[in-house]
């Protein structure tokens, strides 16, 4: 499936599946906000999510409680 022109929420973008995620919806168009335990993972969520051209809003929360 194919989205475009949204903004979707990804918990655990900072590594893996949920980077991986986050750089594969922003090369498609969507901005990102991005959600994670470690600020340093999220720099690096951001400039992969800028560099495809898209917004990215990070956030360092745990959402487990």
């Given at each position: 499936?194919k989205?475009?022109r ?42 992969v999510?800028?560099g ?8 360092v ?5």
């Amino acid at each position: 499936m194919k989205l475009s022109r949204n903004t979707i929420l990804i918990t655990g973008s900072g590594m893996g599946i949920g980077l991986l995620t986050a750089e594969q919806l922003a090369k498609d168009g969507n901005d990102i906000i991005g959600v994670d335990l470690d600020i340093n993972l999220l720099k690096k969520t951001k400039e992969v999510v800028e560099g495809a051209g898209q917004k990215f809003f990070g956030f360092v929360c745990d959402i487990s409680n």
